[in-house]
């Protein structure tokens, strides 16, 4: 059974940085697309990163330059670096791994406040 657990979230102030990590049990391969996903209250949830198997990674454009999402595959861990961080950045995020055809898994989620 895989279940993510995600943590690093907190409140920074504006052009701060977060690293977020999403650790998983069970079995996670490298093969499996991992993504980093957002919630503002109010709002849609929305992809913010992901990285697919070989390690090649996708942003969002608002946080391209800003974000960088990395994994672990020995540690089974996913990582978002987060940098420049800006009021609007503000959000739940949550971690993603597809395990296979309509089989998607997803962590309870972390909150990130940015607010001076």
């Known amino acids: 059974q895989v279940q993510l657990v995600e943590s690093g979230g907190g409140l920074v102030q504006p052009g701060g940085s977060l690293t977020l990590s999403c650790a998983a049990s069970?079995?996670?391969?490298?093969?499996?697309?991992m993504g980093w996903y957002r919630q503002a209250p109010g709002k849609q949830r929305d992809v913010v990163a992901r990285?697919?198997?070989?390690?090649?990674?996708g942003y969002a454009d608002s946080v391209k330059g800003r974000f960088t999402i990395s994994r672990d595959n020995a540690k089974n861990t996913l990582y978002l670096q987060m940098n420049s961080l800006k009021p609007e950045d503000t959000a739940v995020y949550y971690c993603?791994?597809?395990?296979?055809?309509?089989?998607?898994?997803w962590g309870q989620g972390t909150q990130v406040t940015v607010s001076s």
């Open positions: 993603r791994v597809v395990l296979g055809v309509g089989d998607i898994r």
């Open positions: 069970g079995s996670i391969f490298s093969f499996n697309t």
């Open positions: 990285i697919y198997s070989g390690g090649s990674t």
